[in-house]
């Protein structure tokens, strides 16, 4: 069982940057592949970035390529993803989540585990 927790998410403007972080417990969190999921007000959620167990490979949706960047650190059992240049249309509850397989994937259905969110809002 791995419980994750968000953190790093609130208010800011267009323009500026935020670094969510979650933390998992369980010492099995290097094992695991993790991401990123977002959910605005009535829009379905949809996959923002992944990172393979190991850190070496890494995945972004079209939308947040080049602006955002995940990472993990297995020593801290901690997943980050940076944001930078937010835009409004960023604004959304960011999920973070975790897949027993190694592999990056980009389907919430893949995923095993999830945290309880942390809102982004971004300002124009």
């Known amino acids: 069982q791995v419980q994750l927790v968000e953190s790093g998410g609130g208010l800011v403007q267009a323009g500026g940057s935020l670094r969510l972080s979650c933390a998992a417990s369980?010492?099995?969190?290097?094992?695991?592949?993790m991401g990123w999921f977002r959910q605005a007000p009535g829009k379905e959620r949809e996959f923002v970035a992944a990172i393979s167990w190991s850190g070496e490979s890494t995945y972004y949706s079209d939308s947040v390529k080049g602006r955002f960047t995940i990472s993990r650190d297995n020593a801290k059992n901690t997943v980050y993803l940076q944001m930078n240049s937010l835009k409004p249309e960023d604004t959304a509850v960011y999920y973070c989540?975790?897949?027993?397989?190694?592999?990056?994937?980009?389907?919430?259905?893949?995923?095993?585990?999830w945290g309880q969110g942390t809102q982004v809002t971004v300002s124009s």
């Open positions: 989540a975790a897949k027993k397989s190694r592999g990056i994937g980009t389907i919430d259905s893949l995923y095993d585990y």
């Open positions: 369980g010492r099995t969190f290097s094992t695991y592949a």
